[in-house]
């Protein structure tokens, strides 16, 4: 009879361990961050935080989405709102329960719905709160580029390598060779 008493209590005890860590699994897996889903219009790939994204795509807080000259996107927060990007935009986006917020360093951003305003940050420093159906364009344009050389940088390069070649044959074939160390005597031990 003892036996009987003893396998009950052990499996309940098994039991009561395997619902403890069940449910504690669950609250763990139970997770506070608000996601959104990117849309891509036309049939470029839009980059979110440097990497090519295409349509479907799960978009979290504090991530840059950049759209090509030919694409365009809408992000789909769910009841939080909607916002299209423009072709040829690029822009830091955050968001969480309470509203939408971003940094606009290109192109065009639309409210196409939303709980409350959108609040923009423009590259100049203003600040905008943008309501359903309005916009804020950027005059900015991306520049991969941080100079204005129109290509020629390398013509600069190129002058100074080749200044360098011609000094170095212009010393190897001169007849006087004290440039590179002159008629200087070797003693080798080894003879």
């Not at 098994?14 to 609250?27: K, P, R």
């Not at 955050?94 to 290109?106: A, N, Q, R, T, V």
């Not at 100049?124 to 020629?152: P, R, T, Y």
């Not at 590179?180 to 003879?191: E, H």
Request: proline share 2%; aromatic share 6%; net charge neutral.
């Amino acid at each position: 009879m003892n036996s009987k008493v003893w396998i009950r209590k052990a499996l309940s005890m098994c039991l009561t361990v395997a619902i403890i860590a069940t449910y504690s699994m669950v609250a763990l897996a139970g997770t506070e961050k608000v996601a959104g889903e990117l849309l891509v219009s036309g049939k470029n790939i839009v980059k979110v935080n440097g990497e090519a994204a295409q349509n479907g795509r799960s978009i979290f807080s504090s991530s840059t989405i950049a759209t090509p000259k030919e694409a365009g996107a809408i992000i789909n927060l769910g009841k939080i709102g909607k916002i299209q990007l423009a072709p040829d935009t690029t822009l830091s986006l955050s968001f969480s329960e309470k509203g939408i917020s971003g940094d606009l360093l290109s192109g065009r951003v639309t409210v196409l719905s939303a709980s409350h305003a959108v609040t923009i940050k423009m590259i100049d420093g203003k600040i905008l709160n943008l309501n359903v159906g309005e916009s804020a364009a950027s005059n900015a344009k991306q520049d991969d580029d941080d100079d204005d050389d129109k290509g020629f940088g390398w013509w600069w390069w190129a002058l100074v390598f080749g200044g360098a070649v011609a000094g170095v044959v212009y010393v190897a074939t001169s007849d006087s060779n004290t440039a590179l160390g002159g008629s200087t005597t070797v003693f080798s031990p080894n003879r």
